[in-house]
């Protein structure tokens, strides 16, 4: 399966109601399964540090396909791979980025989240992430 724009789309405005429910102005953004750039959405007021940082949430899941959080037990200090996430251009291993699994547990993609706390981040992109199954 590929991750199509219509899907992406959905992806975006799922998150982005999510966010507004949160009083969250994010920067939502939807990487295919290759880790390029399928749609991107700025909310109003975003702040415009994090747009780099949600495209790397989502890079970060698509190339590992783990949540971009669960690359931090790699990379930590005293982690197997301390330090990994100066790898791949640099990673961000924090809450907010989540691998998109197909029905058939394809991974076609991945969603990232930056503009609120870590634990509003993720809720969102889970929102993302959800609306693919609903």
Known sequence: MTLTI???DAMLAAGAARAHTLGVAANIAVLDAAAHL???A????????S??????KARTSALF???SEAVWDYCQPGAP???L???NGGLMPFPGGLP???TDGEIVGAVGVSGGAPAQDLEIAQAAVDALTA
């Open 6 to 8: 219509a899907q992406a």
């Open 38 to 40: 399928k749609a991107f």
């Open 42 to 49: 700025r909310m109003d007021n975003a702040v415009l540090g």
């Open 51 to 56: 747009i780099d940082v949600s495209i790397g």
């Open 65 to 67: 396909q783990i949540s």
């Open 81 to 83: 791979a301390h330090n």
């Open 85 to 87: 996430e100066a790898s």
């Open 100 to 102: 998109v699994i197909a």
